[in-house]
């Protein structure tokens, strides 16, 4: 059944957005439904992932997007370029360290949005995960009867993350000050930085 965790939870990273953003960098786009929501913004997009596949399928509707198959540890990011940068599901595939990259990526001013999944690691964690589940069944069943039966669409590839909540808000502490960090209920988390101007 098509509920997806990331797509849940695009109006909340939309607010992330700061007024009068023009560029945008969507890291581990997927299929590109996020890179479309900013678009629909009139943010000028570049989308990023490494995966064939998703970048195939998301350039079948690109949108006036540049979509991109490349590794974002293998490209150069240049200092100050974007207003924001979106990474959604898929810092736990890079090293946690991507995250200095992109925020020099940032304009003065700009955001990093990460929407991260993580380790469970405390009893608050398992809670969360065991509330999460009565919860996804009934969005799942709700989309289902929505799309009437439609199936999932290109599977974008899946890793367990090793990182805790724990470290992740270490990590930021460390390299992006004045972050927020939301423990959210379907199994992930929302990091948002403002680079100082």
Do not use: K
Request: charged letters at 25%; proline letters at 7%.
């Amino acid at each position: 059944m098509p509920f997806d965790h990331n797509d849940h939870y695009h109006r909340l990273l939309l607010r992330t957005l700061p007024p009068g953003a023009r560029r945008a960098l969507d890291v581990g786009c997927g299929t590109g439904a996020f890179a479309r929501a900013l678009a629909r913004r009139g943010v000028e997009v570049e989308a990023v992932d490494r995966d064939a596949a998703v970048i195939a399928a998301a350039r079948s509707d690109a949108s006036g997007i540049h979509f991109r198959q490349a590794d974002i540890e293998e490209l150069e990011l240049p200092p100050g370029r974007y207003d924001y940068i979106s990474c959604l599901a898929s810092l736990h595939h890079l090293p946690i360290g991507t995250l200095d990259r992109l925020r020099e990526a940032l304009v003065p001013g700009g955001v990093l949005a990460v929407l991260g999944c993580y380790r469970e690691e405390t009893a608050r964690d398992r809670l969360i995960s065991l509330a999460a589940v009565p919860a996804n069944a009934v969005c799942r069943l709700a989309v289902h009867l929505r799309e009437h039966g439609a199936g999932p669409g290109v599977p974008a590839p899946v890793a367990m993350p090793t990182t805790s909540l724990a470290e992740v808000r270490a990590y930021a502490a460390r390299h992006l000050p004045g972050f927020t960090l939301r423990q959210l209920l379907f199994w992930r988390y929302l990091l948002v930085y403002r680079r100082a101007r």
